[in-house]
């Protein structure tokens, strides 16, 4: 694991002990819904409010480089049985997630509110916003913060301190899809891939799926002309190394209804992209199948994975592929 350091800004300057700056933006609660006994610890849509924090940990192993991420997380109060403590912890699978090319990673609000109510955490790279990122580096970043997970769990400084399970899943959006196959290559630390409207970067993501193993899920959409489909999703789909794979083509789908981004709509029509889907149209699609394909492959919910199984079967905002249906109950 690389070596980091959490850095955090407590009302105390200096809780966090000598040599650590503090920079947490703490908890603000903003989908009000309500969390009833154990039932709170699983997975089911809207049970969470949302907790927000700005972090940033130091990567040693890179001249001590400042990685700078938006971590989102399920706040609960916990569950109450018959134990000494009368509590019950709850504990949520990690999503590392990788925005895409000048697509700010705090402008994914749209995906915050699928999947943090639903018992995930969510760690939104903000670093690589820039004009011209290095590729490279940048999925370099995303298997730092993979890595940094373990450390966030036992952190008492963290707001993660706790409640991070031990499974993590990349995510990324165009150039986060890319960089997500790369960090995601020959990675023990990494449980699943979900790719929406990935780009190849170089070098080559497509490649780079060759070696990704793990349980991958790629989003398309047919009228995403800013990484045309059979250029750059199909070809990582089909070259994944996955055992358990599928490829979801969103009819009239866009490069930019990923994200909740004004400017990269822009940059859609400029670039003379037909007019697709707007993002809360494309959100209510992907939260239809994110969430089961989730449940079912981090959480071990085989109903889950029945219901993601139907649901592609019947739906016709989409086409599809993949290796196998998920696992069902016998």
């Known amino acids: 694991m690389p070596k980091n350091e959490l850095l955090s800004n407590l009302a105390s300057p ?114 690589f916003e820039g004009l011209l990122p290095s590729h490279r580096d940048y999925a370099d970043e995303v298997r730092f913060l993979a890595a940094a997970v373990a450390g966030l769990r036992n952190d008492p400084g963290s707001p993660l301190c706790g409640i991070a399970d031990t499974l993590c899943c990349l995510m990324g959006h165009s150039m986060g899809g890319g960089a997500a196959f790369h960090a995601a290559a020959d990675n023990g630390e990494v449980d699943a891939v979900v790719a929406l409207t990935p780009w190849n970067i170089r070098p080559s993501a497509i490649e780079a799926a060759a070696r990704v193993w793990v349980p991958t899920l790629v989003f398309s959409g047919t009228a995403d002309c800013i990484t045309p489909p059979q250029k750059n999703h199909l070809p990582m789909y089909e070259r994944s190394a996955a055992a358990d794979k599928t490829y979801i083509s969103i009819i009239n789908g866009s490069h930019c209804g990923m994200g909740d981004n004004r400017k ?19 959100t209510a699609i992907l939260a239809r199948y994110l969430i089961p394909w989730l449940d079912c492959l981090l959480k071990g919910d085989k109903t889950q994975g029945e219901r993601f199984n139907q649901i592609l079967a019947a739906d016709e905002a989409v086409t599809w592929m993949r290796s196998c249906p998920l696992p069902e109950p016998e």
């Open 14 to 127: 200096g809780t966090g002990g000598a040599g650590r700056q503090i920079i947490l933006r703490m908890p603000s609660p903003r989908i009000a819904v309500s969390i009833t006994a154990l039932i709170a610890c699983l997975a089911a849509s809207g049970q969470y409010t949302v907790g927000h924090a700005g972090m940033t940990l130091r990567d040693e192993a890179r001249g001590n480089r400042k990685v700078k991420f938006e971590a989102y997380y399920p706040v609960t109060n916990y569950a109450m049985n018959d134990s000494a403590s009368g509590m019950i912890d709850c504990k949520f699978p990690v999503i590392c997630f990788a925005h895409g090319y000048q697509h700010p990673g705090n402008q994914y609000e749209n995906l915050v509110e699928v999947l943090v109510p639903a018992g995930y955490i969510m760690l939104s790279l903000t670093t």
């Open 264 to 282: 990269c709509f822009r940059a859609e029509r400029l670039a003379g992209c037909r007019n697709g889907l707007d993002t809360e149209e494309q």
